[in-house]
């Protein structure tokens, strides 16, 4: 629930009388003043102060009556942002340190984000996206959160599109509704392009189209939903890295991000349409405006009037057809408006079935039961000792009689099983290095003795 993490007065400076004050308040301190690290209680009251004298608008304080000490006049709204929440003051010490509510500025800097606006670039989009799959499939053991990454990328795209276009129209909305040209001028240069329009808008329709790179995210997507082996080390490296439970929902995980970044770039392009239709609409009106906000010349029709009749009066007047009116030119192409040209569609290239060659798969399983043999794990380790070890005895490393490869790989790292796996079988086993030398054909290392620890129960 949103307000178990926030306080219940925390929205009270936003909802006053004074809260076009208390909001701006706000974003100047999350911007310049409260950073990282927490601020001294004195220089956050001189802050409060000087940017309360700047402020030019009224209802600084509200209901409350204006404190005649100007110490108390910064302390007011200090107080204010206490009681409610959005400030912590402690002691750093014996020195008073104020810093923002951690749920608090996770707030403000949406808000902040909100009261900005957002701009985004389709290239870095496209490029993010790219890299993070790039980065995934050529390392999928150690890299499998670039994937992630990509996926989150993707998403938070689509979403800044979708919204870009309804933003775009309420935009559209109050420029047609303000009477004042000038005013839906600012609105169009201020609201529209610098706080809505992508900065690389322009770029769609050049050769340099960030989207020349829209086909290579979705042939590698396709890709690798088709490897089994590549979905299954990524899966290896997501339950590795603590982002699924097991190896099922690792797989399943993957292939859902893997099919969200595919359902993104395959279908972005009705969201692009929509963005593109509301641009022209209103590039059109903006050019009408233009076109025609120049107001007449009062005296051009008292001049064109003047100007006939000195024709008219003179001798060789030339003879002027009747349906001829020198005061409305003629229209012809030059004065047509060419429309905006669309933006073309972008060819897509058609992925190739590919046949994968059965030796192939024997070639990737085989790898894959060699990296399994070669492994030591904590479970094969402790079977081998377990198998090994009789109950309350001892296990010394020269009396064991090792077959093959696989019993070797675990007997190698068997005087370090106090170590291996950050401990984990410290718990339960104990190493004692003898002085004695242990060769037996296979190595030749210092004897160990291996115990099971006291309370410890067999097969533990």
């Known amino acids: 629930m949103l307000f178990a993490q926030l306080s219940d007065d925390l929205f009270r400076p936003l909802a006053s009388p004074s809260r076009a004050f208390n909001a701006a308040l706000l974003l100047h301190l999350h911007r310049r ?110 890299r499998s959160e670039s994937l992630a990454n990509a996926a989150r990328a993707a998403g938070d795209f689509l979403a800044h599109v979708r919204g870009l276009a309804a933003g775009m129209r309420k935009v559209e909305e109050r420029i047609l509704r303000e009477p004042d040209r000038a005013a839906s001028f600012r609105l ?67 292939r859902a991000e893997l099919s969200q970044i595919l359902t993104v770039f395959e279908g972005i392009d009705s969201h692009l349409d929509a963005v593109d239709a509301v641009v022209a609409r209103l590039e059109r009106r903006i050019g009408a405006h233009l076109r025609y906000a120049e107001a007449t010349d009062p005296g051009t029709t008292e001049r064109i009037g003047a100007l006939l009749q000195c024709v008219g009066d003179a001798e060789d007047a030339p003879d002027v057809p009747a349906d001829l009116s020198l005061l409305r030119p003629p229209i012809g192409e030059a004065h047509l408006q060419t429309p905006r040209a669309r933006r073309p569609e972008i060819f897509i290239e058609a992925l190739p079935d590919l ?18 043999r070669v492994t030591v794990t904590p479970e094969r380790m402790r079977d081998f000792v377990e198998t ?8 010394r490393g020269s009396c064991l009689a090792i077959s093959d490869v696989d019993e070797f790989v675990v007997f190698q790292r068997l005087r370090e099983i106090d170590l291996l796996f950050e401990g984990q079988l410290s718990e339960t086993y104990a190493v004692t290095h003898l002085t004695e030398r242990l060769a037996n054909g296979w190595l030749d290392c210092p004897d160990f003795v291996v115990e099971r620890r006291a309370g410890e129960a067999t097969g533990a």
Not at 192 to 210: A, G
Not at 388 to 395: E, H, N, Q, T
């Open 355 to 372: 046949d994968i060659d059965p030796a192939v798969d024997a070639f990737a399983a085989a790898k894959a039961d060699f990296r399994r």
């Open 188 to 254: 169009f240069f201020e609201e529209f392009v610098e706080r809505h329009l992508i900065r690389d808008y322009r770029t769609l329709h050049t050769r340099f189209n960030p989207f020349r790179f829209r086909a290579s995210v979705v042939r590698l997507a396709h890709r690798a939903l088709g490897d089994a082996l590549g979905v299954r080390a990524l899966a290896e490296g997501a339950v590795r890295e603590g982002r699924a439970a097991d190896l099922v929902a690792g797989e399943n995980m993957v």
């Open 33 to 142: 003043v409260l950073g990282a690290e927490p601020v001294r209680k004195a220089e956050l009251l001189a802050e409060i102060g000087d940017f309360a004298a700047g402020w030019t608008e009224p209802e600084v304080h509200g209901d409350e009556p204006v404190p005649p000490d100007p110490a108390e006049r910064r302390a007011v709204p200090y107080r204010r942002l206490i009681e409610t929440g959005w400030l912590i003051e402690r002691r750093e010490r014996y020195v008073p340190v104020v810093e923002f509510d951690p749920e608090a500025r996770i707030l403000l800097e949406e808000l902040s984000r909100l009261e900005r606006g957002e701009t985004r670039s389709y290239g870095g989009a496209v490029l993010d996206v790219l890299g993070g799959l790039e980065s995934a499939l050529a390392d999928p053991a150690n």
């Open 388 to 395: 090994r070890l009789s109950d309350g005895g001892a296990l």
